[in-house]
């Protein structure tokens, strides 16, 4: 694993574990992460990622969603049929699994293509409090 600190200013500091996940590690090499996965606070990915990765082996990521803050999802277009509902499902499975192990992570959807982001994205979360950020 890698870790960034970034000086914010201000006093302020922020510290990010972080690890590639290519859903080929084995279950031994895993189980020696676990530390690692109880430091990490934040998930950058997109959906096939999330799903093919983390949430494929979610018990072995206990750690990791059970301290999880944030949750970066890139690609977030409007997608039509079985991909569209796999997308949607993805999301949900990932904040119901973080419940069950108290977590409750801020999800940042990104989008450069959808018209009605707001909406798009209350429709794949099923969450209905979002709050907008279109400035460039």
Do not use: W
């Not at 676990?34 to 096939?48: P, T």
């Not at 799903?51 to 979610?58: D, K, Q, S």
Request: hydrophobic share 40%; aromatic share 6%; proline share 1%.
């Amino acid at each position: 694993y890698s870790k960034v600190v970034y000086d914010l200013g201000g006093n302020v500091t922020a510290v990010f574990f972080f690890q590639a996940e290519d859903g080929i590690r084995d279950a031994q090499e895993s189980r020696g992460l676990g530390d690692v996965y109880k430091r990490q606070n934040l998930v950058v990915s997109n959906v096939d990622t999330l799903h093919a990765t983390i949430l494929r082996r979610h018990k072995g990521h206990a750690g990791l969603l059970a301290n999880l803050r944030y949750v970066v999802l890139d690609e977030m277009h409007v997608y039509c049929g079985t991909f569209g509902s796999h997308s949607a499902n993805t999301i949900r499975r990932l904040l119901r699994l973080c419940g069950l192990l108290g977590s409750s992570p801020t999800l940042v959807l990104c989008s450069a293509t959808v018209s009605n982001p707001k909406q798009h994205a209350q429709a794949l979360t099923g969450l209905k409090d979002l709050h907008l950020v279109d400035l460039d």
